[in-house]
């Protein structure tokens, strides 16, 4: 079935097939506690004979949700304990986020900001807003860099957008402006000139960071939509949560990272997901998150390969958790682990 507008309730997505209609009343639960959005560019490569199809498993809701564990955290990443002005979190010395809008094309079922986004989560920032997140920006002469996140700034239109890029312009100590989006994967036809005029607007170095999780996601369309940044002299990088039944599997990953250097885009963060509620479906352990990226080692280009990082809880940044190769034996020497497993002697023993 063809789906022409984004789907938001439960009985649409019962009538678009998407959902079974005995599940349906469990989905309203859902919908009542969370945001849904599905988009036609998703609804159309959702693989609906497939019961565990991993598109349909990040977008549409699942009972599951309403389920908490005690260590959820409405706010897991602490972006509420390093935000000195609304709209603005400052964690890092050289950066920080401006959250422009915390509306959504499509809403992750995995959303680590899930209290915040959505038509009942806390909107669009005022004009007073704005202009005080600016002022924060322009009287901290550390800030090197600017990311635009929320929510999903593309969803912005582009006079909204070319207002926040000039202003930006004009603060001297900015250099680098960087976009988190999903929108060219499932809004693709979104990209056109005058968006990519926008966020070429400041002059500064401007960088886009997709967010795709399974290589399906980038469709024919969605590819088009990258390159159509690409061509206009966008960076693009990328950034995937490692999800259970989605990614959790070494081929799958590997040709998810194969599928973003083929779209030209480097890929960037690989999360371990995110301690946000009723999301524990999702997560897998951290030590089955660092096996599957060590499997990447090896199999892919060096291109291929992202950095595997987590939120520590509480507002404390992000840390590399990539299982290490190499532990030290003393003495100088060393044991280093090799792609398949093995251990090898460094120096090598004579």
């Keep these: 079935m063809t789906v022409n507008r984004t789907l938001r309730t439960a009985h649409e997505l019962v009538e678009a097939g998407l959902v079974d209609a005995a599940a349906a009343e469990a989905v309203s639960r859902v919908a009542s506690r969370y945001a849904v959005a599905v988009s036609p560019a998703i609804a159309k490569v959702i693989d609906r004979s497939d019961l565990n199809d991993p598109i349909a498993r990040q977008f549409l809701p699942d009972a599951?949700?309403?389920?908490?564990?005690?260590?959820?955290?409405?706010?897991?990443?602490?972006?509420?304990?390093?935000?000195?002005?609304?709209?603005?979190?400052?964690?890092?010395?050289?950066?920080?986020?401006?959250?422009?809008?915390?509306?959504?094309?499509?809403?992750?079922?995995?959303?680590?900001?899930?209290?915040?986004?959505?038509?009942?989560?806390?909107?669009?920032?005022?004009?007073?807003?704005?202009?005080?997140?600016i002022a924060y920006i322009e009287g901290q002469p550390e800030i090197w860099e600017v990311i635009l996140t929320g929510g999903d700034p593309l969803?912005?239109?582009?006079?909204?957008?070319?207002?926040?890029?000039?202003?930006?312009?004009?603060?001297?100590?900015?250099?680098?402006?960087?976009?988190?989006?999903?929108?060219?994967?499932?809004?693709?036809?979104?990209?056109?000139?005058?968006?990519?005029?926008?966020?070429?607007?400041?002059?500064?170095?401007?960088?886009?960071?997709?967010?795709?999780?399974?290589?399906?996601?980038?469709?024919?369309?969605?590819?088009?939509?990258?390159?159509?940044?690409?061509?206009?002299?966008?960076?693009?990088?990328?950034?995937?949560?490692?999800?259970?039944?989605?990614?959790?599997?070494?081929?799958v990953l590997a040709e998810l990272m194969r599928a973003f250097v083929e779209t030209r885009i480097k890929p960037y963060y690989l999360h371990h997901p995110d301690l946000a509620p009723g999301t524990g479906h999702f997560r897998l352990t951290i030590e089955e998150g660092q096996a599957l990226v060590a499997s990447l080692r090896g199999r892919v280009s060096g291109l291929c390969q992202p950095t595997y990082v987590l939120d520590i809880p509480g507002g404390h940044g992000k840390a590399v958790i990539s299982a290490s190769a190499i532990e030290a034996e003393g003495g100088g020497c060393y044991t280093v682990s090799d792609f398949r497993g093995n251990e090898h002697a460094y120096p090598p023993k004579s």
């Design 64 to 133: 599951a949700e309403l389920t908490l564990t005690p260590e959820e955290r409405a706010d897991p990443i602490g972006d509420g304990a390093h935000s000195p002005v609304t709209g603005i979190v400052h964690r890092y010395p050289d950066r920080v986020l401006l959250k422009a809008v915390h509306v959504c094309p499509v809403y992750c079922r995995f959303c680590f900001r899930r209290e915040m986004v959505g038509p009942e989560g806390l909107g669009t920032l005022t004009a007073a807003e704005l202009d005080a997140a």
């Design 155 to 251: 969803v912005l239109s582009p006079r909204r957008l070319t207002e926040i890029m000039e202003r930006l312009s004009a603060i001297g100590h900015v250099k680098v402006v960087r976009f988190h989006t999903r929108v060219p994967v499932v809004e693709p036809e979104r990209i056109d000139a005058a968006l990519i005029a926008a966020l070429k607007a400041s002059g500064k170095a401007t960088y886009v960071a997709l967010h795709a999780n399974h290589p399906r996601e980038l469709s024919a369309e969605a590819r088009a939509a990258c390159a159509r940044l690409i061509d206009a002299g966008i960076v693009m990088v990328s950034q995937s949560v490692l999800l259970r039944g989605v990614n959790d599997d070494a081929e």
